[in-house]
C-alpha cells in the first residue's frame, strides 16, 4: 500500500520529499522522507533535534500523537531525514494526516566567574522553534486515500 502526496515545503530547514504507508508485521506504519535546506556545522557539544510529530484524525475521532525524534550533530544541505509514526494500535484507519515539526538546538551549559571560564556538564537548550509551511501554516495536512 503507497500513497504518495504533493511536495510541502517547511519554510525552515525542512523539505517534505515523499510520504508512504507501509503494512508491517501487520501494523500500519506511515513513513516520511525529508530533505534539510539548510546546513548546521558541528560545534563542540552542540546538538540539533528535530522533532516531527504526526496526528492520525479518524471520523472525527483523533488518535494519540506519534512523535519521531532525529538528534544530530552536524547537517549538510541536502542531507536526508526518514521518519516513522506507527499508526496506534486501537486507531482506525485514518481518513488524514496532520505532520507538525520543531526543532531544538542543545549546547553546553558554559559560565564564566571572573577571569576563570568553567564548562559545566549539564547542557542548555534553546526555546523550540515550530516550524512552518511556505505558507505560514505550522502543520502540513494530508489525505489518507
Known amino acids: 500500500m503507497k500513497h504518495r502526496h504533493k511536495r510541502s515545503q517547511l519554510s525552515l530547514p525542512l523539505k517534505r520529499l515523499q510520504t508512504m504507508a507501509r503494512l508491517l508485521k501487520l501494523r500500519l ?7 534539510f535546506l539548510r546546513s ?4 563542540y557539544r552542540t546538538t540539533y533535534t528535530y522533532a516531527i510529530t504526526a496526528s492520525f484524525n ?11 525524534l532525529c538528534v544530530t550533530t ?11 509514526f506507527p499508526l496506534p494500535v486501537s486507531t482506525l484507519i485514518p481518513q488524514s494526516i496532520s505532520i507538525s515539526a520543531c526543532y531544538i538546538v542543545t549546547h ?3 559560565f564564566t566567574v571572573g ?4 564548562e559545566n556538564i549539564r547542557d542548555h537548550g534553546s526555546v523550540p522553534v515550530t516550524l512552518q509551511t511556505m505558507g505560514g501554516s505550522e502543520r502540513i495536512m494530508l ?3
Open 29 to 35: 506504519l506511515l513513513v516520511t522522507r525529508w530533505q
Open 40 to 43: 548546521q556545522q558541528p560545534v
Open 58 to 68: 479518524a471520523g472525527g475521532s483523533t488518535a494519540p500523537e506519534v512523535r519521531s
Open 74 to 84: 552536524s547537517i549538510s544541505s541536502g542531507d536526508r531525514l526518514i521518519a516513522t
Open 108 to 110: 553546553p551549559y558554559d
Open 115 to 118: 577571569p576563570v571560564h568553567l
Open 143 to 145: 489525505p489518507w486515500a
